[in-house]
């Protein structure tokens, strides 16, 4: 079972792993954290090859996938 | 919870109090060239016969710099505008067996640096430097920096740029160092073997990123990383294109300082006994 | 591997022992400058050519390899005080010399060695200013010492008279240094650098040496140091151990935090640093004096005017019958106000001779304002004073 977690205290609603995902795993949501930011969220889980491309480009290191 | 797994490499929090999130903007290249050096850093951890303890992070001062400042759970030192270069090269003189990565600017590195830089990479000395190039100095509000294109309308320069900007890799190649490369945040993988080599590069290595700066230049960062790929070729199709060529410009081991001088220390002790 | 041009070149011949032989010496300033440090442990000199400081870094690029250390003649003087940084955060006892525009281009590094607690020594071969001046002596940069650096923040100078001071105060200046983890200066003059004149070296093995404290000699682990606490001089993690020190130059928390930002962790920090070394002036700062029982005037001075004071305080007591004392600060700073206070009880006059316009008068003159009539301030620009000025000097502000 593939996880995505994404960091609600570090997270800064940059979109980067929004814009680098191959397969449109995730999508800006209206949830807004702590700091007034616009969190990622995942909208099509099945999608997910565990590229961890998302993982690799954050600015924040605050997303997560487990690993193959 | 499941946590980023280059946060084993980040103090997240100490008695004082938590450090993260950074202090950098949303979307910041600076944070993704953080990423992408923990990556490189990471894979080399791995291999036998490396040890944590030898790495150590030194920057200037700027966004990039901050990287340092105290996030980093490696030995590091924040230190002077411009001076990150000869720190390192005190550090190595110390002892050579460190392996110094040093986190700089286009600001830090090229106008209050670019002596240092130039002399660094003379002396090939064994540090492998990282430089977040943004084109413009972010910490203090954006204004014009040496690597500013011409006719660009920053705080100091109002009425349009009236400087051409240094082409960095050329300059560092020129200067001496023995690897030299360019890449883009928008290029992760090539960034992260990029820096791996640098780190394996037994002498002076130049990486510059080229990196988006969304707070100063009103874009999103999404934007901008895209045309942060639009913008950029690969050196081996640059020759008839106005695209900023990026890749590896130069490879050419050569003596290191360290280990030059090291013969010298044999030689003296040989004398004497 | 020995590259094949190295092999071939010829080594300067002079491969004396390692340290310095105990016994008598005839040795310039500078190299006996050189030869302390050496037997304080120096491993690393990162220098810059400047007049009249060079003999001290060529000495050093001779001798340093030969004790397995590094030399390299920097770029600039900022990167070669820069260099120093590096190389004492790497764990190395590290020094440059430069002379008064050098001096100048060191002072944001030393500021930033200050805030980082970094141990280095810094010597600075005193020649006359503003701007390149000349390349003779002077005591001109005696109050940049103290407060050429930008911020607050306090540090060590020393004085060194003679040949055998510039070794002695070298090595004191690299305990000093260790002990109190902080940039220390020595104030030289050209005077004293191109000097040449007797050294005796004691036996080395009854030389102290200090070392910095380290987080390991007191059993605290890598999880629980904290780069800037456990005590008012912090143990220093060197690179390299595995302790993860972070070095920061914005002020911060005892474990380095620089973003949890307040008035309060910015006065305690400043406060620390303050107290580590005014707060302990009577134990870091040194003062000589002869003759001060029941003086009715006193002459205090540093460097190598106190070669000619000492020589005009005996001439005029002897042949004048002036009841004169002698004092020689041989720390500078941190100024040792209370010390000088207790060396005298009340007297008439207070001489301070300088090679400047009147510079270490104005902490004299205030340490002393209750315990002498007025301060006679002696200044001479370029030259050592000649014992008859001094004389002359005594005998007018005695008599009238």
Redesign the interface.
Known sequence: MI?I?I?S????????C??FCPRKVLQTSNHINS?G?MLPEVVNLDACTQCM?C??????????V??K | ???????KY??EE????K??????????????V???TL?AVDEIINQPGVK???F?F?SGIGCSSRL?????????????HG?A???????????P??KVIVFTGDGDAAAIGG??FI?AFRRNINITVICVNNGLYGMTGGQVAPTTQPFTITPTTPYGNVEEAFDLCKLATVAGASYVSRWT?AH??QT?KAIKKGIANKGASFIEILSQC?VHEHK???EM??ALKGMTVSIDKSMNSNKIPVGEFHFAPR?EW?E??E???????E??S | ???AA??EKK?PGN?R??YIKAGRHYLEGSEACVEGALVAGL??Y?GYPITPASEIMEHASRRL??F?G?F?Q???E???A???????????K?MTATSSPGFSLMQ??IS?SIM?ETPLLIVDVQRPGPGQGYITTSQEDVMQARYGHHGEGPIIALAPSSVQDMFELTIEAFNLSEKWRTPVLLMVEETVAHLREQLIVPELDTIELIKRKKPQDLNISPETY?PYGHDIVPPMAN????????????V?????????YSLK?HRENIDRLHQKIEGNVNEIARIESQFLDDCDHVLICYGSVARTGLEAVKEVREVHGIKIGFIRLVTLWPFPEEKLRSLISKVKNVFVPEMNLGMIKHPITEALRDKCDRVISIPEIGALHSPEKLIDQIIKGSTC
């Open positions: 996880e977690v960091n205290d570090y997270c800064k609603g940059c979109s980067i929004v814009a700091k930011f491309l993982e690799i480009v954050c600015p924040d290191l605050a997303i997560a487990t690993g | 919870m499941l946590k980023h797994p280059m946060l980040i103090r100490g008695p004082a109090g450090r993260l999130p950074f202090i950098l903007c949303p979307g910041c290249g600076a944070g993704q953080l990423n992408y990556h944590k303890e030898d150590v030194i340092t400042s105290h996030y980093l759970n490696f030995d590091s030192g924040w230190t002077l001076r270069l000869p720190v390192a090269t005190g550090v190595l003189l110390a002892n067996k460190l002596n240092h002399h945040t992760p993988f992260i969304p999103t960062p999404v990383i895209n003596p360290t030059r001088y013969a010298i220390i044999e030689k003296c002790n004398r004497i | 591997m020995v590259e190295v092999k080594y491969f022992r390692p491993k690393v990162a390899p030969q397995g590094r390299i920097m770029e600039d900022i990167s070669a820069c260099a120093l940084i590096g190389a004492s955060w790497a764990g190395a590290a944001e590094a930033f980082t904290l690179f390299g151990e595995g302790y993860n020190i972070n070095h920061v130059g914005l911060h928390s005892e474990d380095g935090n620089v973003s949890n962790v």
